[in-house]
């Protein structure tokens, strides 16, 4: 069955304190791994699909990575407006999203 | 471009009754997805309808149905609702059958159902 980990639930930061998020899964058949990020109210927004181990994608303050049971999500100096729940969500055979819990980003200013 | 909208954005049912959720999902999306997502189970897939056809489903009970009208809006259903169903639902959109690429599944704000 797949199986999806983020850690940490939660993490607070002070803006311009660079960080990582963590998403570890067990996909069998990984066609993609997606990043989106949810705010109170509204439903999650795509950031980034990755396929292949290696792979690196950035967007702004933000910087995905993949590797062949986890993927990394790198804030470089954040700001308050960054703070959000990030989801991960590895995409199998199925070609169906199976979501982690998500991790609760707090900037601090 | 419009996004996706779903159609309550809030409703409270009491137990036993039914509901009916309405998405309208981005003009030229052929495929819409519905989630359910609650504070102690996260996002959870419910099913995936393309061209008016159910393509996958998730492990939810036969109380949660959808369907999918010819021009791509879909309704989903749930039937003698219980105190568990309250979550947000969300309802997500895009083009293609598959994954990846320029296939990203695009979200709605949700509809929130509150069971009493």
């Known amino acids: 069955e797949d199986q999806v980990t983020q850690s940490p639930e939660a993490l607070r930061l002070q803006e311009g304190e660079s960080s990582s998020l963590n998403c570890s899964y067990t996909?069998?058949?990984?066609?993609?791994l997606f990043w989106y990020r949810q705010d109170p109210g509204k439903g999650p927004e795509f950031l980034f699909t990755?396929?292949?181990a290696g792979e690196e994608k950035e967007k702004e303050r933000l910087k995905a990575t993949l590797t062949k049971k986890e993927s990394f999500l790198h804030i470089t100096a954040p700001k308050p407006e960054d703070s959000a729940t990030y989801l991960c969500?590895?995409?199998?055979?199925?070609?169906?999203?199976?979501f982690g819990q998500g991790t609760r980003l707090t900037i601090n200013p | 471009k419009a996004g996706v909208t779903q159609t309550p954005r809030y409703l409270i049912k009491t137990r036993g009754q039914q509901v009916t959720l309405s998405c309208s999902p981005i003009s030229g999306h052929r495929s819409v997805s519905w989630y359910q997502q609650t504070p102690g189970q996260g996002l959870q897939f419910l099913f995936e309808?393309?061209?008016?056809?159910?393509?996958n489903k998730g492990n939810f009970p036969g109380r949660f149905s959808g369907r999918q009208f010819s021009n791509s809006r879909s309704e989903m259903n749930v039937s003698t609702l219980e105190l568990g169903d309250s979550a947000l639902y969300l309802c997500?959109?895009?083009?293609?059958?598959?994954?990846?690429?320029?296939?990203?599944?695009?979200f709605g704000a949700g509809s929130r159902l509150t069971v009493l």
């Open positions: 996909v069998s058949g990984l066609r993609g």
């Open positions: 997500a959109s895009k083009d293609g059958a598959g994954l990846g690429g320029a296939n990203v599944l695009t």
């Open positions: 990755l396929y292949s």
């Open positions: 309808y393309f061209s008016e056809t159910q393509r």
């Open positions: 969500a590895p995409s199998g055979g199925a070609q169906k999203l199976v």
